[in-house]
């Protein structure tokens, strides 16, 4: 949760916030309810002066900008109620719709500005979630012996409390001291265990269909990843009402924390350290990105797809492309949207909603900016060209 002091003086910039309604006939203001129910936005307001906002606590983000350029785009919680400066650009963002709120200000001086892009608010969300676990269960061996665990598709996760073991997977020979883990998958595994061992088995599902990508690597547990697994072993030797459940919670924040952990030690977040698997990535998300060209998808979509932060597959986009995500997806929109209009199969507004483009007017201003004509001009070059070619035959 942010701090409210936080909040506050990084909202300085924009405006302030107050506790009270305001009083419109002492301030001489117009009060006007509004209702959203889009969480994607296509416009912001302007006042020349001083405007108020009031809105239900904790059911709506603001967007604002300081600039016409947009630039600057921030978001806040609505906790409190706002006054924003004059010359703020801002919308509202409903979190429940549909969302009512007041809006106080000289209501003739309302001016509106339509966004360079439309913006989306994406909610916190979950990247990877654990369906179920299977089973799990702590042994612990006197004396040294060697397992060998049959193929199966679920993963599974091996922990050492005590002593070490070796274990054999498809991908090579992996050593675990105490406090040491690997997850594998889909794969049959042969364990080498030492005198006096304890290690946690854990096997489970997630709801990813594409495999993680922290598999297959020995990780030393931190105190605080030691604690949670250490919560997962006793909860479940109990039976109680709540006990599966929470040794799925368990086991999902330990998974993010390896993850979290992972991408912090190897500054390469989610992939090897090797050119061909950091290639083999990108090749991977590029397939993702042209399979569903015709679908709004969003760069957020793409990290949670993937396991991989904003700020590593923006560098990985970079490095290999010298483009960025966001800029690389449009591109592939666009040229798509040439052989669209080529096929002369589709009007170009057909054309803009199956690319996902939020309006016609954008789908042909982006389009002007990329190719320096419209797409009815391109059009027309295209039939143009064709007749010419007829006629040249005949």
Known sequence: MADKQTIDSTFNLYGSFYDEPIDIKKHSLTRQEISSTSKKLTQLFVFSSDVYIECPIGLAIILVASSPDMTDLKTFPVRHYIKLKAGIFFNLIPLATPLTWTLAAPYADLKTVLLPSPYTYQPVSVPLHVRRILDCWFTKQEKPC??????????????????????????????????????????????????????LTVVFEVNQKKSLHILNNTFHCTSELQ????????????????????????????????????????????????????????????????????????????????????????????????????????????????????????????????????????????????????????????????????????
């Open 227 to 394: 604690q949670i697994l250490w919560k997962l072993l006793i909860e479940s030797g109990e039976n109680s009402y709540y006990t599966r459940t929470l040794m799925v919670c368990y086991l999902q924040e330990a998974l993010l924390l390896l993850m979290q952990f992972y991408e912090m030690i190897s500054h390469k977040p989610l992939f090897a350290d090797n050119n061909s698997a950091r290639n083999d990535l990108l090749s991977e998300i590029l397939s993702y990105m042209n399979k569903r060209i015709t679908e709004p998808i969003t760069i957020e979509e793409i990290c949670h797809e993937f396991y991989i932060s904003r700020s590593s597959l923006q560098a990985l986009f970079k490095t290999h492309l010298n483009t960025s995500p966001k800029n690389y997806l449009l591109n592939i929109k666009l040229q798509k949207s040439k052989e669209l209009i080529r096929q002369n199969q589709y009007t170009i507004s057909e054309i803009a909603y199956m690319l996902g483009f939020s309006s016609i007017h954008y789908f042909s201003r982006l389009f002007k900016k990329y190719f320096n004509t419209t797409p009815s001009a391109y059009l027309r070059k295209i039939a143009e060209n064709q007749n010419s070619q007829k006629q040249n035959k005949h």
């Open 146 to 199: 060697r397992l060998t665990k049959p193929l199966h598709k679920a993963y599974e996760l091996i922990y050492v409390y005590e002593g070490a073991l070796n274990i054999q997977l498809s991908s090579g020979s992996y050593s675990l001291q105490p406090h040491d883990l690997i997850i594998y998958r889909s794969d049959q595994a042969a364990m080498d265990i030492g005198e006096d061992c304890s290690y």
